[in-house]
C-alpha cells in the first residue's frame, strides 16, 4: 500500500543537505543516522530533521531495529524531477543545435 506524499519531491530535494542524504543512502542497503550524522557539519537533531522531511516526501522509508533506526532511499518518487528535467533538456537540446547551426552558417 502507498501512501500519499505530504511533502513536495522539489521542495525535499531543494536543500543542499538533502541532496548530500539522498547521495549517501543511494549508496548503501540501509543507514544508521549515528552513521549519517559524522558527514556533515550539524547535529544528529539536524541531520534528523532533514531526513524527517525526506521521509515525508516520500523519499526516505525507515525501520527501527531494536533502540536503532535506519534509513534507506526510496528513489521512485524522484522519477517527477526526471521527467520534468527530460521536457527541459528537449527544450535545450533543439536550441543548442539551432545555435550550433547558426554558428556553422556564420564560419561559412
Known sequence: MQTAHVRD???????????ELIHLLAGAEERPLH??????QMGR?????????LKEAGLV??????????FRLNPAPLREVQDW???YSKFWNANLMRLG???????E
Open 101 to 107: 547551426q547558426l554558428l556553422e552558417e556564420e564560419e
Open 35 to 40: 552513521e549519517l550524522t559524522p558527514q556533515f
Open 85 to 87: 528535467v527530460a521536457h
Open 9 to 19: 519531491v522539489f521542495e525535499a530535494i531543494a536543500d543542499p543537505t538533502r541532496r
Open 61 to 70: 522509508r525507515d525501520r527501527k531495529v531494536g533502540r536503532e533506526t535506519r
Open 45 to 53: 537533531t539536524a541531520v534528523s530533521k532533514h531526513l524527517t522531511i
